[in-house]
């Protein structure tokens, strides 16, 4: 019997390269009904005896997690995976919240160990992300997990948390023929570090099939997952390019004898940083597993990547880099703008009134050289921001990704625009960035880490190398903000 391709992530994964995506179990219990765990576990049996047998969830997906460890617990040989993700609300990441975490999804699963925690982080300015990766990486040392994960982190803090020696195995993100950011920044990390990519969206929610080819564009869209795709679509050149997208894909399907969605699943899986695609499975439905597995039976040759390629030439891409989609304009999620969610995440500082400066305001960090040496993480005076010299510290003293100045920089404005933040500042009204460097040949990492932030918006800028810095670190940042009457 023909089976899905099979790929060795590491000594503790073997997985299909097809993962069985289980968030529809979300949308089916939506109203209030519930699948019956036994149930749903005979119907991802029938997935796993076509070989589909590695299947990805998340604490939200509904009872996903609990339907998947009625699978489990039949003792089927071989055993099936069960990839969960976690995704706190940012806060404090303490030894015990994290573990708190972890066993809430062991005990839902029924099992000791889960195969693959995938981490998930809504906003990079609160720094409890990296500690919370630290104290998964812990838990795994414990045997609580095989393999870490982590889901929508772009480029840059994907690099924090490699430098600063997080063991992350994985990173889920959108990855389709109309999302191509992943080939770009990603997939160079992935072939430096050798992450591995667990790409979803392939089908933009059902937009590339034959189903969409030729015909007018929907008028209205009610179907979520379309909702989000199409804003995809809009931006990356509108109906008409995606068309043109659609009939390539159909040329090459029809050369080949497959689908289109075959066509579009089969580039993503044949990207070197990927190692597999999620397909959304419909617990009760059809198992979609005969036409899945034609995903085997057929390579892209060059003639069918040169079409394609003119094709992507034509249109735009999608802007910044992957998960940006939910961490900053333009917001291409189903519901569009998130500014009133992301306003409701926790600071990380507090802004008090500034002494001996009416008016004025102050954010204080809780380091120990703010008292000794007498100064503010950052002050606010009338409609100017000033925050001080920052560096990539955690906690009291330890420095984050101590050789890589690149992800320094990054943990560093990560700091600076918490600290804006709390004085009712954007990266949009930074005005002046004053940059220290130690080694010259840190120039480029630096700069390119500075200009993922600032590139759109340039404030002025003046980056020196100096003797050396306080402490052993590769770089240091101070800020200045103007904060104009809106």
């Known amino acids: 019997m023909t089976t899905p391709d099979r790929l060795r992530l590491s000594d503790n994964l073997e997985i299909s390269r097809v993962l069985t995506g289980l968030w529809q179990v979300a949308d089916i219990e939506k109203d209030g009904a519930v699948i019956d765990p036994e149930t749903g576990a005979d119907w991802l049996k029938a997935y796993a005896d076509r070989g589909f047998d590695t299947f990805d969830m998340a604490d939200h997906y509904g009872s996903a997690e609990i339907i998947a460890g009625r699978l489990l617990a039949k003792g089927a040989s071989p055993r099936p995976l069960a990839f969960t993700k976690w995704c706190p609300t940012p806060g404090p990441m303490t030894a015990q919240v994290v573990r708190a975490g972890v066993e809430e999804r062991l005990a839902r699963l029924g099992v000791e160990r889960v195969d693959l925690l995938q981490f998930h982080w809504w906003s990079f300015e609160h ?47 959108s990855f389709s023929m109309v999302d191509r950011r992943a080939a770009r920044d990603l997939a160079a990390l992935s072939a430096e570090k050798g992450v591995r990519l667990l790409a979803y969206g392939t089908l933009c929610g059902g937009f590339l099939s034959q189903r969409w080819l030729g015909q007018p564009e929907p008028a209205e869209i009610t179907d979520w997952s379309k909702m989000k795709y199409k804003r995809f679509i809009d931006i990356t050149g509108g109906w008409d390019s995606f068309q043109r997208l659609l009939s390539a894909a159909d040329a090459i399907a029809r050369k080949h004898d497959v689908s289109i969605p075959n066509v579009a699943t089969r580039w993503v899986l044949e990207h070197p940083a990927v190692a597999g695609v999620i397909v959304g499975a419909r617990l009760g439905e059809r198992v979609h597993a005969d036409d899945n597995l034609r995903l085997f039976s057929f390579q892209l040759d060059d003639e069918d990547q040169a079409l394609l390629a003119d094709v992507f030439a034509a249109s735009a891409d999608v802007p910044g880099d992957c998960g940006d989609e939910y961490r900053r304009p333009p917001f291409l999620t189903a519901s569009g703008d998130l500014s009133h969610h992301l306003d409701t995440m926790p600071h990380l500082h507090e802004a008090m009134p500034a002494p001996h400066r009416d008016g004025g305001a102050q954010v204080l960090s809780g380091s120990k050289w703010e008292d000794i040496a007498g100064y503010a993480r950052a002050q606010r005076v009338g409609e100017r921001i000033f925050v001080s010299g ?14 890589d100045a690149g992800a320094q920089t990054t943990y560093v404005i990560d700091k600076i625009l918490a600290a804006l933040s709390a004085l009712g500042a954007k990266a949009e009204d930074v005005v002046r960035t004053r940059i220290y460097i130690v080694d010259e040949a840190d120039v480029e990492a630096v700069s390119c880490a500075h200009g993922a932030v600032f590139g759109a918006i340039k404030p002025a800028n003046t980056l020196v190398v100096v003797a050396g810095l306080i402490g052993g670190y590769r770089v240091e940042i101070e800020a200045e903000a103007v904060c104009l009457p809106k």
């Open 390 to 403: 920052t560096t990539a510290t955690a906690g009291e003293d330890r420095i984050v990704g101590e050789t």
């Open 127 to 173: 720094p409890a992300w990296l500690e919370a990766l630290h104290e998964l990486a812990r838990l795994r040392d414990e045997g609580l997990i095989a393999e870490i994960g982590v889901t929508n982190f772009d480029a840059a803090h994907l690099r924090v948390a490699l430098s600063d020696g997080v063991p992350i195995l994985t990173n889920q993100v």
